[in-house]
């Protein structure tokens, strides 16, 4: 079947309709006749399903790609992702961000699509912000959002990206302690000197680790928390008995990424939940809904900046982690108060 | 046991050699009596084996700590660390990095001992050239050189350092290609035209990714290479008939650390390994031996600069990942040469 090139679309007459829309649904129907995009065009070229001409010269597949590669962006990255979910079974549609899919064993006109995937190169930086507006917009369209990470060997790596809402059920009373306990600051942790209260904190709510048998250590978060609480306060040369603001500034300067830690880690936990460190799993935080013995935490949570900017390695590896151990991979961002986002990977 | 605190020493009479030194190895021997670190002096105060006098006034065990704490650099992480050595049944001597270990069952004057621990909070950020220097040195004193990083909760990870030669079987042969095949470059990768030295490269040698039957994708370092070896020729508008030295320039501003892994992979593939995308795994590279249908790879690898300092998340987060796909975690590092490191998660 012939077809002619413009700029950026591919168009086709009468007879496109019946044999590639009614029987594929490509591309989208225009004034009787079928307009194709480049996508589709170069995929239907593959498949020798069209002929493409331009200026009444038939195109091979090299020059075609080559042509549409110039003229849209990521071009050859969509070709490999649109190639993989048509193989596999799933009607596309071209969007801004890559493509509307259909459930499989559904078609355009029968049901509406249900994923949004958005196709990326894993050399790209990917805004916080961006997948934030992305993920609003396929959430109040009804579709789930889908991130397609094109890699530098063109394998593709799925990932499905979730608002999620962190709740547990260790919620911390207020009232419970009357007399703070005195930590004393050493370097970037706090002991806590007092045996009762080391055990009320370690074994009541899962706070710190035990130095011995009868004295704790606090990490700075959790210590900064406390010490907004006021069950403890802080004893040190340099810091006389301080409040949150002071204490949490001495702690951003030993630890730079403190202040978003801390706001995390307290949304935490005051919604009930239990974090504790993530240093060997490479996160901030590993997290759990309770804390009993022997449970495992369910997610791992990664504090970051409003304005972070994901470079995909990272993500692909903070990612894996979880995975590897069964927890969910989440980050935790401040934008008046703290949001989550969950990222996992999916086989589509 | 009475003990007099100095400046950074404490010192016992000779009682102590019997009771210290001769059953449990602390201190050394001076002057016919004991001298202990502060780290001895505060394992022993709380075990409550000795008392420790500052000008005739005992010391309890948190006035001691802090003030052991203000006069030695890492105190309390280096007390974390000695402390659980000794309760797992390891003698250890201080060292400028952290300690000798002694094998257990060994103890010192008896065995000598084969590790030295390198003590580091998670915070701390880690240079190469460090990590280099102290592996020297453990190499040259036949000790195996074990990193024991504290996090902020204090629970300690170690990791072996070794250096290792990386070596496989899947030799390139110069001579087999007699004509370069034209590889297309589009945007961050290049594209094989020609089926059958696309057949040639992918089941031959494992290059690239098939784009579909008869063609063939390769990513920026493998064109590189395959350039250098004369095996393709790169055709593009902006880059015509290039050498490697100009392809090279152009990959590194598509992307900026192509420079380091291009080094690297050229290496892995001089010495008959084959280096793939680790992009799954958030390295740069997974590698093969020898590379058969259904082989998994052997190593993870990541490119870094000589000059390049670890943040000790990122390091976890690396081991972890090769460690929960049974792979082995390798550093490569240009120096005179491509020479490479392992991080080992181990159970000391």
Redesign the interface.
Known sequence: MKCELHRDTITAGGEAVSELYDRGFYGRRKDGGLELSLIEGAYLL?RRKIEIFSRNVSLD??TF??IA?GRSK?F?LRY?VF?DLRERGYYTKMSPIGFRVYPRGGHPGEVPAHIFVYVI???AHLPLKNLIQELNRAVNARKRLILA?V?????I?FYEIKKITMSGESRIEQEEVETPAIA?L????T?I?DQGMSDFLHSGYFF??K??ES?L?L???ESGYLLGKQWIRIEHKDVADTDTGTFNEYAAG??PGYMLKYQVYSNLRDHGLVA??G?????HFRVYKKFKADTHSEYLVHAVPPDYVFA???L???V??AN??RKRMVFGYSDSGVAYVEIEWIRL
């Open positions: 593959y597949f090299k790609f080559e590669s990521d050859e490999i190639k190169s894993e050399r990470i890699d530098e060997e063109s394998d790596t004393g050493v370097n970037d942790r002991i000197w710190g680790r130095l011995d004295r250590q990490s700075l978060v030993i630890e504790k460190t240093f060997k799993f490479g996160t995909l390695p990272e692909s590896r903070a894996r982690i590897s151990v």
